[in-house]
């Protein structure tokens, strides 16, 4: 077959989004791509790949059908698209492993490549392509073969094993180790060549005498000879240190019975056929694999006292193995996998096992598995560095090195300067500016500044502050506080109440805890908040009153009486989680002020039985007003940083007001601003200090 729009005649391309395609390729001169599409189209076949895995492999390999059908994909091909992005981003890290070849950066590659593909099935078109240009490697220029090779060895011979493709994996792995050491492909292949002949009668007589067996006692098998390709012998003779003449393996049959007591009848005709190696049986159905490999391997001593490799399963078992399903690539590389590199790996195989179902059904089932809960970074240099989701630049600049860490004083995300809480996403190259000395700061130990989200970084940041001498953690952890007291305008306070809530005994242990960054300012400003909150009001002058009962669901509860109106005081503006008293105007209802607000105070100097206890409703109100006083440093861009960080915290901009001192280069802004409650207001004012250039960012009152 010459020509795609023969092959798109056949039976199997008969599913509409191949025919679709049809009409594209008419016309189109014949060219390379078009014959070396076909070759990756007949790998995918023998994977039995669903109709729109072969479109994707159509449209990525020859790039003049993809170009004629541009803007008119298959309409009845709905993950077509996600399929081709997938493609493109294999096409990436092919170029990172040119630009940084094995340099133990091929995990990293691998992760970064599963974490790229949002539809795992174009790991098959991504193995079938690497297939075929390996195939015709041998007229390449010896550089660019090695490095075809390497990539291989690298990246798809191993996503073949993970994926247990075995019919891809022996040849991927056979063709890569033939182009990077050529001589010892060749000194093997020769020994096994030189005995070529006296093996295959020798598996031929095995059969022979088994099939007979087998079927003397009534077991109905298939019996076959299982080739040996020469890098799995290569690298036998390596793990094992023998020479090749040691290898039992070397001829070997397998045996395909119905079911699991047929495999130890079988084992049983085998062993009384020929003496047994005790020390090379393995029964994987009784005791499995971790990965769930099955079957029974047991050597013999075979016909002329030579040995003899003989493994045992059932067809379901079998087509496991060869298609994917018992993916052994832990036993086969070493070491493990994490939980969601595991999940998106287990997706790919139950897709592999799920011919003939409803694929839709199988893919909105598993949408789920392909969130990816790490991200896979780039460095300058094309190095992966693996990291959580959520986690930010300067989490990566601590993954990279500690110091690179300590020195950090800012970085850049695909060539532009972004702040140190920017989180990356995969694939995004991550470059750290750094300084000449170590300078840590303590507010990247702030959880709600967002500058650090792994522990790890975290630790080597509280270790770089714990050398520091007492004196200075404590004069460090008092300045924290206190410019977190100023910032809620809460002021001075008496921290002993609240020492309990933080397991502390004095308020010198405070002060060291907030420095090393085991607790932090927010949370100590809201404990103390909560303190005051429950405190009770001063009994107001005016009589008692009878409690009366309050509205269900209230913006505001008053002892003694119903629902009142009532407003915020624009003085103090009071949130959810401040301590507040009212006071009863002239005509104008209950104003709500904070109780340390000193328009108040002034107020109760004059009539102090206008005073009423008040506490917040079980509704608490959906929007609260508080105005913030802001300073930075003047610059380009300023106002849109500090927008984006109000919008992405969820609260509205009410008003604002700024007043530049050209002389000084700062900014005075007044930001008025609706939050939820207290915890919003203090979360919001740690991301707008952390903004650069912010001096700093407080509340108003």
């Not at 020769?190 to 007979?212: G, T």
């Not at 001593?301 to 078992?317: A, D, K, Y």
């Not at 002058?541 to 409690?547: L, M, N, S, Y």
């Not at 000193?598 to 206008?610: D, F, K, M």
Request: with cysteine.
């Amino acid at each position: 077959m010459d020509r795609l729009t023969d092959w798109l005649d056949t039976p199997v391309a008969a599913a509409p989004p191949l025919q679709a395609l049809r009409a594209h390729a008419e016309g189109l001169p014949a060219d390379a791509d078009e014959a070396r599409t076909l070759r990756v189209l007949a790998v995918l076949q023998t994977l039995r790949a669903d109709p729109e895995v072969l479109a994707a492999a159509a449209l990525h390999g020859w790039p003049a059908l993809r170009a004629a059908s541009a803007g008119a994909l298959p309409a009845d091909a709905p993950r077509l698209p996600a399929l081709l992005d997938g493609l493109d981003a294999a096409d990436q890290v092919r170029g990172l492993h040119h630009d940084q070849p094995r340099r133990g950066n091929a995990e990293g590659l691998r992760r970064l490549l599963l974490a790229l593909v949002r539809d795992l099935r174009a790991v098959l078109v991504l193995l079938a392509e690497q297939l075929v240009r390996l195939r015709e490697a041998a007229d390449l220029p010896d550089p660019e073969r090695r490095y075809l090779a390497e990539l291989t060895a690298d990246i798809h011979a191993p996503l073949a094993n993970r994926l247990g493709i075995w019919q891809l994996k022996w040849e991927l792995e056979d063709l890569a180790f033939r182009w990077l050491q050529p001589d010892t492909y060749q000194r093997i292949a020769r020994l096994l060549d030189e005995k070529r002949a006296d093996r295959e009668r020798f598996i031929e007589d095995a059969k022979l005498r088994l099939r007979a067996a087998l079927a003397e006692a009534g077991i109905r098998a298939e019996v076959a000879g299982r080739p040996k390709h020469i890098y799995s012998i290569w690298k036998k003779m390596q793990r094992k240190g023998v020479p090749f003449s040691e290898l039992y393996d070397i001829r070997a049959i397998r045996v395909l019975v119905d079911d699991i007591p047929s495999c130890y009848a079988a084992l049983g005709v085998a062993h009384q056929l020929w003496p047994p190696i005790p020390s090379e049986f393995d029964d994987y159905i009784a005791q499995p694999k971790g990965n769930d490999y099955r079957s029974l391997h047991t050597a013999v001593v075979g016909p002329g006292g030579r040995t003899l490799e003989v493994q045992i399963r059932t067809h379901r078992m079998h087509e496991h193995a060869e298609l994917g399903v018992a993916a052994h690539w832990r036993y086969k590389e070493g070491g493990g996998a994490d939980a969601a590199f595991e999940r998106k790996i287990a997706w790919m195989r139950q897709l592999l096992e799920a011919r003939g179902e409803n694929d839709d059904a199988l893919m909105a089932g598993l949408s789920t598995e392909l969130v990816e809960d790490r991200v896979y970074v780039l460095t300058p240099r094309g190095e992966v560095v693996d990291l959580p989701r959520g986690a930010t630049v300067l989490d990566f600049a601590y993954a990279v090195h500690t110091e690179v860490g300590h020195r950090c004083r800012g970085a850049k995300v695909n060539g532009r300067i972004v702040p140190l809480n920017h989180q990356p996403a995969s694939g995004d190259r991550v470059e750290i500016l750094t300084g000449k000395e170590a300078e840590p700061r303590r507010d990247w130990l702030q959880a709600g500044a967002g500058f650090l989200a792994t522990g790890r970084a975290r630790d080597k940041v509280r270790a770089w502050f714990h050398r520091i001498d007492r004196a200075r953690n404590l004069q460090a952890g008092r300045e924290l506080l206190e410019k977190e007291l100023r910032r809620v305008a809460l002021g001075q306070a008496d921290l002993t109440p609240v020492l309990h809530k933080f397991r502390l005994a004095t308020t010198e242990d405070l002060y060291l805890a907030l420095a090393l960054g085991d607790v932090g300012p927010s949370q100590v400003s809201r404990a103390l908040h909560e303190h005051l909150h429950a405190k009770e009001a001063p009994a107001p002058a005016a009589p008692a009153r009878v409690r009366g009962k309050p509205p269900a669901r209230g913006q505001f509860v008053f002892e003694g009486v119903g629902n009142l109106l009532s407003q915020i005081a624009r003085c103090c503006q009071p949130v959810p989680g401040d301590a507040i008293v009212g006071y009863l105007t002239r005509g104008r209802g209950v104003s709500i002020h904070r109780a340390g607000c000193a328009a108040l105070q002034r107020l109760l100097v004059r009539q102090p039985e206008r005073m009423l206890p008040v506490e917040w409703g079980q509704a608490g109100g959906s929007a609260y007003e508080a105005e913030i006083a802001l300073r930075a440093y003047d610059r380009k861009s300023l106002l849109k940083d500090l927008s984006n960080v109000i919008a992405q915290q969820g609260v509205n901009i009410l008003g604002l007001q700024s007043r530049v001192d050209q002389a000084a280069g700062l900014a005075d802004l007044r930001i008025a601003v609706r939050v939820a409650d207290f915890g919003q207001l203090s979360e919001l004012l740690g991301r707008l200090n952390a903004v650069p250039g912010v001096q700093e960012a407080r509340r108003l009152g």
